[in-house]
């Protein structure tokens, strides 16, 4: 297990502190990682596209955030390694498939040159302010509610994907020109 603090500057120049915590994905760990999931309000499940094993394992991962985070925990999916394009087995569809059909944010990212990691951080945080703090104000008119009735129960579905962007991946684009995978 590693951990890492990151303080990402999000809308109104808020600043949202994040505890991180990496699993690794390893089954070895696979018995302690739950513990780490309770109270978790987001996650990022991480793939690796070179390897179609890390991106079969997802489901699992997915089933131990749902059962052990919080109800309303915001999930992104993220395909890492995108920078070795002749390496890839996973392509783009798969990973956005697997998010539209799980309800899960989707981007792409390369740890290697950092493309789209900051990306994913910022969206994620972003959302997660934005629920929190909603789910804040339901508890609150819940609290001040004059005849006692409750008049919302204060969570959020995490079905709600999170729009990361409203062009296409350049992945998507690159793949497209390649003939490879088609993108969408």
Partial sequence: MEF???TV???DNKLVKAQIWDTAGQERYRSIASSYYRGAVGALLVYD???RNSFNHVPMWLKEVEENAEKDCLIMLVGNKMDLH???TVFVRDGRSFARKNGLAFIETSALDATGVDTAFQRILQEIYKTQTKKQLNSNNNKKSEN??????GSVSRGKPINLTTE????????SKAGGCCGT
């Fill in 4 to 6: 890492a603090t990151k």
């Fill in 9 to 11: 500057q999000i809308e």
């Fill in 49 to 51: 596209v070179t390897d």
């Fill in 86 to 88: 002749e390496q890839r």
């Fill in 148 to 153: 006692g009735q409750a008049q919302g129960n």
């Fill in 168 to 175: 296409p991946e350049p992945s998507d684009l690159a793949q």
